[in-house]
């Protein structure tokens, strides 16, 4: 028998029996979270931990076999991810972001989420006053794709229809429907935060045609009689809706501060800093479409009493400006 392999033997011999209960404590972690240790485990698992390092040390100074060599440095990697890595379920870091991450976010972005909601309604009362002056105005604000087959030439009751028809349809329809919804929507609110890459311009041209929509849609049931109506019909989902875009116009807008104005760090920091913020806030906005979408098509179709859709359309919005406003707030100052 060589010499490096009665070294290595010896070596092992000698400590192993430390390895092994690292090992042991290593794999319970892994299992079961590090809660399930005993006070006096967990005390023995640093030193423990420091035990292997200087094993690992002693073994490539001496170069002892390779086989001995990757068990420590995998044993060390994986008992140092247990002592210092994130020990977080996955429950804990959806409620973490539920209740910290996307409030904080939102109201640390605050300015852009205003400037970009004054930028939707700008832009919906200009197709408002547009195409109540002259109905002409909506073929040019409201793509045919988008009309849905409700435009100028519709008659006043096939318009009534469609505002209060649906309570006839199934789940597995309102599924779809909602399926259908919450991908179009998101599609809009992913593209709305990626163009702030193009310093916020397309991300400001997108909010302000999405305002010139609705307006042009709210004119055209309006000026039939229909404007109370029409209102309560968006009401039920569209404070979530809309609220939801306009959050991710305000992470696009985000984004372009990022490259615009990096302020005393590098171009590249500031927009790895804003882009990580601004993420939070979409992943937070593409759930309040998900909201949207379930609210359109279940209670939207199914409630058709105008004072019922008000106050659901009412409640969500004192709901998301309490959650987004006054909590953000709240939280921002604890931090």
Not at 33 to 43: D, M, R, V, Y
């Amino acid at each position: 028998m060589s010499d490096g392999v009665l070294k290595s033997s010896q070596f092992r011999k000698e400590r192993e029996g430390s390895w092994k209960e690292l090992q042991s404590l290593v794999e319970t972690i892994e299992k079961k979270g590090i809660k399930a240790l005993s006070a006096q485990e967990l005390t023995r698992l640093p030193n423990l931990y420091r035990f292997t390092l200087s094993s690992l040390s002693v073994a490539r100074g001496v170069s002892l076999d390779r086989n001995l060599l990757e068990y420590l440095e995998l044993l060390s990697t994986r008992a140092y991810y247990c002592i210092y890595g994130v020990h977080a379920s996955f429950g804990g870091t959806v409620l973490k972001f539920i209740f910290e991450d996307f409030p904080i976010a939102v109201w640390n972005a605050r300015w852009r989420v205003l400037l970009t909601t004054l930028i939707m309604l700008a832009g919906a009362l200009i197709a408002y006053y547009l195409t109540i002056g002259n109905e002409e105005w909506y073929y040019t604000m409201v793509g045919e794709g988008m009309a849905g087959g409700r435009n100028p030439a519709s008659a006043t009751e096939d318009l009534r229809k469609g505002l209060y028809d649906g309570g006839e349809l199934d789940a597995d329809d309102l599924n779809y429907f909602a399926s259908g919804l919450f991908s179009h929507n998101s599609s809009v609110g992913m593209l709305s935060f990626a163009l702030g890459f193009a310093l916020g311009v397309p991300t400001f041209i997108l909010i302000f045609y999405n305002g010139l929509i609705l307006g042009s849609f709210v004119a055209l049931y309006a000026s039939r009689g229909l404007g109370l109506d029409i209102a309560a019909w968006l009401s039920i989902h569209g404070t979530t809706e809309l609220l939801a875009i306009i959050l991710c116009g305000a992470a696009g807008l985000g984004v372009a501060k990022g490259i615009i104005s990096p302020g005393q760090k590098t171009r590249l920091s500031n927009l790895a800093s804003e882009g990580k913020q601004a993420a939070k806030v979409v992943i937070g906005a593409v759930l309040m479409l998900l909201i949207a979408a379930l609210l359109e098509s279940f209670g939207r179709q199914w409630i058709t009493d105008i004072t019922t859709r008000f106050t659901i359309g009412g409640l969500m919005l004192v709901f998301w400006l309490s959650y987004l406003g006054y909590w953000g707030r709240k939280i921002c100052q604890r931090h």
